[in-house]
């Protein structure tokens, strides 16, 4: 199981990313995937989830903000980023966990599998 988070990058405020989380080993249609974000000196967060059928949850700083998705097809999970604000810089990551119906969680201990981080870097 390997999940590899891409598409960081410095971005000036209200700018937009989007970042990829591409799953090899294992297929995505049975996981729930979360994106998370840690900035430095802060604890790792929750930012958005999708589940099996597609259900989503925001955080609240994000919501209308951010939007994710997910391609079973490229075995791939997606987080758009718009209107991006110097406190969304972190690291972002991405995790997944065996799921059900429409069950995701922003919580980072109910995900088993994480990838690596990708650096967002939001300033002017």
């Known amino acids: 199981v390997q999940l590899q988070a891409s598409g960081g990058g410095l971005v000036q405020p209200g700018g937009s990313l989007r970042l990829s989380c591409a799953a090899s080993g294992f297929t995505l249609d049975y996981y729930a995937i979360g994106w998370f974000r840690q900035a430095p000196g802060k604890e790792r967060e929750g930012v958005s989830c999708?589940?099996?059928?597609?259900?989503?949850i925001d955080a609240g700083s994000v919501k209308g903000r951010f939007t994710i998705s997910r391609d079973n097809a490229k075995n791939t999970a997606y987080l758009q980023m718009n209107s991006l604000k110097p406190e969304d810089t972190a690291v972002y990551y991405c995790?997944?966990?065996?799921?059900?119906?429409?069950?995701?969680?922003?919580?980072?201990?109910?995900?088993?599998?994480w990838g690596q981080g990708t650096l967002v870097t939001v300033s002017s």
């Open positions: 999708i589940s099996i059928n597609n259900s989503t």
């Open positions: 995790a997944t966990v065996p799921g059900s119906g429409s069950y995701c969680s922003l919580m980072t201990e109910r995900y088993a599998y």
